[in-house]
């Protein structure tokens, strides 16, 4: 199965901390893309990482890829309120395997 | 706003029943994914196209089915309903099969 596992499963932290949640795969990969859920809404495309990349930035959004270990790791920076949701991985080989999702890691950020 | 479209919004109806949700992707998207979202099951994969073939299924039963239709939108067919099938339905399009996917705001199924 392509699907990743994201680790923890939750996490509870303070406004203005970082974030880190981790990716585990189990095949190669053509890229690792990254999925915010906010609560009853569709999800969101954060960020998309190629095999070849090792290290990926958008805003406050830090997204490392590690394919000898089949991992990725997302780091959200100096985080908010509004970053409170689930975070979901989405490993993608080749030839466009099932879009699938794990269970996520549900973030919450407290003011 | 993902720029993928779904209708409606939200659907209630009785056991037994049949209903259609639909899906227009972003201008340009080939590729369609459809998913089941209840609150004990997490985000399920149901199926998808590309360009109008069927492409990968899921867990998708035998009372569903979908289709993608030449103009790209896409259909998901939920027949004989059981009160298990209440859930949010998301359908999601990307310009290829493994480049990013965009969602929509999901239909919310309630079957009483």
């Known amino acids: 199965s392509q699907q990743g596992e994201e680790d923890p499963q939750a996490l509870s932290i303070q406004e203005g901390e970082n974030a880190t949640m981790n990716c585990s795969y189990k095949?190669?990969?053509?890229?690792l893309q990254w999925y915010r859920q906010n609560s009853g809404r569709g999800l969101v495309h954060l960020i998309l990482?190629?095999?070849?990349?090792r290290e990926k930035h958008s805003g406050r959004l830090r997204v490392t890829l590690d394919t000898s270990k089949k991992s990725s790791s997302l780091l959200i920076t100096a985080s908010r309120a509004a970053d409170t949701a689930s975070y979901f991985c989405?490993?993608?080989?080749?030839?466009?395997?099932?879009?699938?999702f794990g269970g996520g890691t549900r973030v919450l950020v407290k003011p | 706003d993902s720029g993928v479209t779904q209708t409606p919004k939200h659907l209630i109806t009785a056991t037994g029943q049949r209903v259609t949700l639909r899906c227009s992707p972003r201008s340009g998207d080939l590729s369609v994914y459809w998913y089941q979202q209840s609150l004990d099951q997490g985000l399920q994969f149901l199926i998808q196209?590309?360009?109008?073939?069927?492409?990968a299924k899921g867990n998708i039963l035998e009372r569903f089915s979908a289709q993608q239709f030449p103009d790209l939108h896409s259909e998901l067919n939920l027949s004989s309903l059981e009160l298990g099938d209440s859930a949010l339905y998301f359908c999601?399009?990307?310009?290829?099969?493994?480049?990013?996917?965009?969602f929509g705001q999901g239909t919310r199924l309630t079957v009483v």
């Open positions: 999601a399009s990307s310009s290829s099969p493994n480049t990013e996917a965009f």
């Open positions: 989405a490993p993608r080989g080749a030839a466009g395997n099932k879009l699938t």
């Open positions: 196209y590309y360009n109008g073939e069927e492409r």
């Open positions: 990482i190629r095999s070849n990349e």
């Open positions: 095949t190669s990969i053509n890229n």
